[in-house]
T-cell receptor, first 113, second 115 residues
Framework: DQQVKQNSPSLSVQEGRISILNCDYTNSMFDYFLWYKKYPAEGPTFLISISSIKDKNEDGRFTVFLNKSAKHLSLHIVPSQPGDSAVYFCAASVYQAGTALIFGKGTTLSVSS | SAVISQKPSRDICQRGTSLTIQCQVDSQVTMMFWYRQQPGQSLTLIATANQGSEATYESGFVIDKFPISRPNLTFSTLTVSNMSPEDSSIYLC????????????FGSGTQLSVL
């Protein structure tokens, strides 16, 4: 049973618009959430994270929102750029040193110019 | 952040053979994690490799199929044994990073195709 779910396999957005990627989780013990971006033939790279004590974290064009009651988080990219086209993975963990992350299946974002 | 060198970057193998994937990190790390990404699937943890002890395998993964070595704090290998087409995946090594080791840093991965 998947503990981290990304129900949208793909998303297409025009350059300059907002991209919203969604993620749901089932394990109430998760208290740390991350987003990774992956280009073909490369390993995933860390993008942004949020702990369960917050409901929002912002870093430049990227903002992650966390709704603990709904067990839902989302990644907003504003404005979207063609270089943002990649696979985005949502991940979760119980916050402690060296804990492995549990990943969703990913959402492929395509940003057209 | 750490620099991870993973080899080979890709390989095409015949069924029944084995492939050993190497992961070299430029700094000493206590834990290294091996993940697999099957086509269209999430990154799934295979095992945690600790230096000086046997690797800890996740449910569904066994040592006979995926033996792991961890001879020192900067190096690990994952072997995919007796391969079948179902083993065709991207294999990734990763190490913890961040102030509390709360994030993972990944190597570039090994794209394995089994014919």
């Amino acid at each position: 049973d998947q503990q981290v779910k990304q129900n949208s396999p793909s998303l297409s957005v025009q350059e300059g618009r907002i991209s919203i990627l969604n993620c749901d989780y089932t394990n109430s013990m998760f208290d740390y959430f991350l987003w990774y971006k992956k280009y073909p033939a490369e390993g995933p790279t860390f993008l942004i994270s949020i702990s369960s004590i917050k409901d929002k974290n912002e870093d430049g064009r990227f903002t992650v929102f966390l709704n603990k009651s709904a067990k839902h988080l989302s990644l907003h990219i504003v404005p979207s750029q063609p270089g943002d086209s990649a696979v985005y993975f949502c991940a979760a963990s119980v916050y402690q040193a060296g804990t492995a992350l549990i990943f969703g299946k990913g959402t492929t974002l395509s940003v057209s110019s | 952040s750490a620099v991870i060198s993973q080899k080979p970057s890709r390989d095409i193998c015949q069924r029944g053979t084995s492939l050993t994937i190497q992961c070299q990190v430029d700094s000493q790390v206590t834990m290294m994690f091996w993940y697999r990404q099957q086509p269209g699937q999430s990154l799934t943890l295979i095992a945690t490799a600790n230096q000086g002890s046997e690797a800890t395998y996740e449910s569904g993964f066994v040592i006979d199929k995926f033996p792991i070595s961890r001879p020192n704090l900067t190096f690990s290998t994952l072997t995919v044994s007796n391969m079948s087409p179902e083993d065709s995946s991207i294999y990734l090594c990763s190490v913890p990073q961040g102030a509390a080791n709360e994030k993972l840093f990944f190597g570039s991965g090994t794209q394995l195709s089994v014919l």
